[in-house]
Nanobody, 122 residues
Framework: QLQLVESGGGLVQPGGSLRLSCAASGFILNMYTVGWFRQAPGKEREEVSCISPGYTYLVESVKGRFTISRDNAKNTVYLQMNSLKPEDTAGYSC?????????????????WGQGTQVTVSS
């Protein structure tokens, strides 16, 4: 059974850091494109970051603060989030697709985790 499990969310003060993990079971994650999406209340879901072989993407609002990476030995993709801002508050989900293409479209991703909440507040 193909499964993605996110972890690492929580409550952090502005300027703080969190590292989100997206662990896969049932398939080899480095053969897939993996995206991190977030959705805040009242807002549309947006792709924050994406990684495929030889390519990474970060939405403009997180460049210089977030980093996406893989650990193939752990079959996990990470989203390191530094200098967090209140506007980063959202539910974060990772998703995977077989195509080696970061399309930015949630509908293109077939496999989703359950999500993890990130709250940035003082």
């Amino acid at each position: 059974q193909l499964q993605l499990v996110e972890s690492g969310g929580g409550l952090v003060q502005p300027g703080g850091s969190l590292r989100l993990s997206c662990a896969a079971s049932g398939f080899i994650l480095n053969m897939y494109t993996v995206g991190w999406f977030r959705q805040a209340p009242g807002k549309e879901r947006e792709e924050v970051s994406c990684i495929s072989p030889g390519y990474t993407y970060l939405v403009e609002s997180v460049k210089g603060r977030f980093t996406i990476s893989r650990d193939n030995a752990k079959n996990t993709v990470y989203l390191q989030m530094n200098s967090l801002k209140p506007e980063d508050t959202a539910g974060y989900s990772c998703a995977a697709r077989t195509s080696y293409h970061c399309s930015g479209k949630a509908d293109d991703f077939s496999y989703w985790g359950q999500g993890t909440q990130v709250t940035v507040s003082s």
